[in-house]
């Protein structure tokens, strides 16, 4: 027969199950005092480790910590290993959400082997999972799935129980990460048919948002829409407002894959809202995603602010050891950024039916001088961007200016010449991890200072502006203009060495030894821009 204490730690754990919280802490709390008032010591051991897994999960690791302390003080004066395994094991749940992986792998290490000495198939399991959580932060997949597999083992030795459930969420997402779909389909069924028998929706409706990630990999939109309906009814029920952010996020995934991008939009930021300044990491999803559906509105500036954002949110995570794929997602954004700037810089281009490539031909000239002179490869990086969008301010140029087949008047002059100011102002919302606005406002400075628009000169110039004209002038001079036919290189650095007042004459010499190597390019893009324009004027 059950005694009082345990009735209410029964209760406590279906409450928790359920995902009513502060119920499940009041019944532990009762459990507490009803174990001290019936001297009960196995239903006192019991209500601390209780209460202290839920302090952990409300927030409260300190609390947590204590009941986790004076846990381990009763296992020692009472040789209880198996309330030894499960403090330790606290400790390791405390740890890793603190970020700190290797406390939490020693603490999981010494819960097993208490759990081990009791004999206790259960806490093995459980300890073995979690260890396997760590070596799946870290990336190591494979030593995360011997893991999985051997808490399985001893769960299911154990007569299964509630810990099967979380290794088997596990094992699905592992295997979504190894793009074995059909598997992770299997272990999100077994999982599911558990929190049924059980009761525990909470799970549940984890696994309903994760099965949603699987059937986006499966390409089956409506099959993610409904898993993710699923989840999102659970959070909103249990007023679990991350594991609704999570769904939100989806559900924008889901929308821009189906192509309503103005449904998109609106539950992305609905994610976005939710989580800002509360959990970075699915901020930073939900912002990297907002971009894609951003850019296929052709909203390219607000495109590049929500890369920005997700980009100094994932820079922020760099340094937390519990996110082994931080710097992936961080070259995927900014493979993301150039893609953006290079369909941006096109679009320029498309304006103004004399400079097709000139972005593209002026960004590899100018980073090859940049590289000499001695930018990092993550600096090249921001500097490519630069270089695709230093002539941005063009798109709001009247399209007959641009294609004016004769001079110039002073007054489309003074238009035209407006377009490093213009474009300067369109990059101002947008705070790049690496200053590219220098590049857009002030390529046409030169170092006489006879530039425009500010009339700077020498090193007042920005350095990375200064590499740029170089370039843009080069390019300029290499490919046929409205009033003017293409020059050969060799003609377009005849007419630059007489103009060396134009130039920063230390990179200059650096773009006088690298001229050979950019011959070729610049006489294949002048011969194929000439046979285009031949072309069209055929037509």
Request: with cysteine; proline share 3%.
């Amino acid at each position: 027969m059950y005694s009082a204490s345990q009735t209410l730690i029964e209760q406590g754990v279906a409450q928790e199950r359920a995902g009513d919280w502060a119920d499940a802490a009041q019944s532990f709390e009762r459990a507490f005092r009803e174990s001290l008032r019936a001297r009960d010591s196995s239903g006192l051991r019991d209500a601390i480790m209780r209460q202290g897994h839920c302090w952990r999960r409300r927030g409260v690791p300190e609390l947590a910590a204590e009941l986790f302390d004076l846990a381990i003080i009763l296992a020692e004066l009472h040789t209880d290993n198996r309330l030894k395994s499960r403090a330790l094991n606290g400790f390791g749940l405390l740890a890793q959400a603190a970020g700190e992986l290797s406390q939490a792998e020693h603490y999981y290490r010494l819960a097993r082997d208490a759990g081990a000495l009791g004999g206790d198939e259960i806490l093995q399991g459980e300890t073995e999972q979690n260890l396997g959580i760590v070596a799946n932060i870290r990336g190591n997949l494979a030593e995360a799935l011997v893991r999985y597999q051997a808490g399985l083992a001893h769960l299911e030795r154990a007569g299964g129980g509630p810990g099967v459930v979380a290794v088997l969420n596990n094992l699905g997402m592992l295997h979504i990460d190894m793009r074995d779909l059909a598997a992770a389909d299997g272990y999100f069924q077994r999982a599911l048919e558990i929190c049924a028998r059980t009761g525990d929706v909470v799970t549940e409706g984890a696994i309903h948002i994760n099965r949603t990630e699987l059937f986006l990999a499966l390409g089956e939109p409506d099959r993610a829409r409904a898993s993710c309906d699923e989840g999102f009814e659970i959070a909103s029920r249990l007023h679990d407002s991350l594991r609704r952010a999570e769904a939100l996020k989806f559900y924008g995934i889901i929308y821009r894959e189906t192509g309503k991008l103005h449904l998109a939009e609106i539950h992305l930021n609905q994610s976005i809202e939710i989580t800002r300044g509360r959990e970075p990491l699915l901020e930073a999803e939900a912002l990297r995603e907002l971009s894609l559906v951003l850019r296929a509105l052709g909203r390219n500036r607000e495109a590049l602010e929500a890369l920005n954002q997700a980009h100094t949110l994932f820079s922020g995570l760099q340094a937390r050891p519990d996110q082994a794929d931080i710097n992936q997602r961080i070259t995927q954004l900014e493979t993301d950024f150039l893609s953006l700037v290079r369909f941006w810089g096109e679009s320029i281009e498309a304006k103004d039916r004399y400079t097709s490539g000139h972005c593209e031909r002026v960004a590899g000239y100018a980073c090859r001088i940049a590289a000499e002179v001695g930018l990092t490869e993550r600096e090249l990086v921001w500097f490519r961007m630069g270089a695709f969008l230093h002539d941005l301010g063009k798109t709001e140029v009247p399209e007959e200016i641009l294609n004016k087949p004769g001079k110039l008047t002073d007054e489309e002059r003074s238009v035209m010449e407006r377009h490093t100011v213009i474009g300067d102002e369109m990059l101002a919302p947008v705070e790049f991890p690496w200053d590219i606005r220098p590049m857009v406002r002030s390529h046409h400075e030169r170092w006489d200072g006879r530039g425009y628009p500010d009339g700077l000169a020498g090193h007042d110039i920005p350095l990375s502006a200064r590499i740029l004209r170089i370039a843009d002038v080069f390019d300029a001079l290499t490919t046929a203009r409205s009033y003017r036919r293409r020059l050969t290189p060799e003609e377009a650095l005849e007419i630059m060495v007489e103009d060396l007042g134009s130039f920063d004459p230390d990179l200059f010499g650096i773009f006088l030894a690298i001229f050979p190597e950019l011959v070729g390019t610049a006489s294949e893009a002048g011969a194929r821009a000439a046979m285009e324009h031949s072309f069209q004027a055929s037509k």
